[in-house]
């Protein structure tokens, strides 16, 4: 968790430190652009991040996405979803669609879990306005969270969960990366 909390802590820095860098600049540009009498609104003042922090609504999306999922309102943790939707996990398990994603968690959460929960959540809402590196820029939402499920074999789990949102121009999550362990899952479920 300290990692995680370290990880973020430098993102936040790497960010903030570029907005100043931007402001700053903008401001030498008017300086400028007001002595020789000229347009103060140029390039420099328009200038975009390749990497911001997102609207907080995303975090909030994220908080009402995991409170459906404990209360089992699988309808409204699914409206979420655009049609098109992929759900990845670390261990290299894939659903694709909306109606698989939908079966799959509606399955989970109405015969496999007894009970789901979640704690100690932190969110992180980013857009990604350029990179070289990511194949669909756009708002990311980057939770990191504590689950505890209780199976209703009657065995339970907790553990440490990474997830990565990805929205697409409709604002519907399009891509779901999710980072756990199987094999604390996998013994969980031993009857």
């Known amino acids: 968790m300290k990692k995680v909390l370290l990880v973020i802590f430098c993102f936040a820095l790497f960010v903030g430190c570029k907005k100043e860098e931007v402001k700053e600049e903008m401001k030498e540009q008017v300086k400028k652009e007001t002595r020789e009498g000229t347009s103060v609104l140029t390039t420099a003042a328009l200038k975009v991040q390749d990497v911001e922090f997102a609207d907080n609504k995303y975090a909030e999306r994220g908080k009402k996405a995991l409170n459906d999922l404990t209360r089992g309102d699988m309808d409204a943790w699914m409206a979420q979803f655009a049609d098109n939707a992929k759900y990845y996990w670390n261990s290299g398990d894939s ?6 994603i939908d079966k799959y968690w509606r399955n989970r ?33 980057l ?12 065995k339970s789990m907790t553990q440490g969960i990474h997830t990565v ?27």
């Open 95 to 100: 659903l694709v669609g909306k109606p698989a």
């Open 109 to 141: 959460r109405a015969n496999v879990f007894e009970t789901i929960t979640f704690e100690n959540e932190i969110w992180l809402p980013v857009k990604v306005n350029k990179s070289e590196n990511i194949k669909n820029p756009g708002n990311f939402l």
């Open 143 to 154: 939770g990191w969270y504590k689950i505890t499920v209780k199976y209703k074999g009657g």
């Open 165 to 191: 949102f990805h929205f697409d121009e409709n604002d519907k999550i399009d891509v779901v990366n999710q980072y756990l362990d199987r094999a604390v899952i996998i013994e969980a479920m031993k009857k």
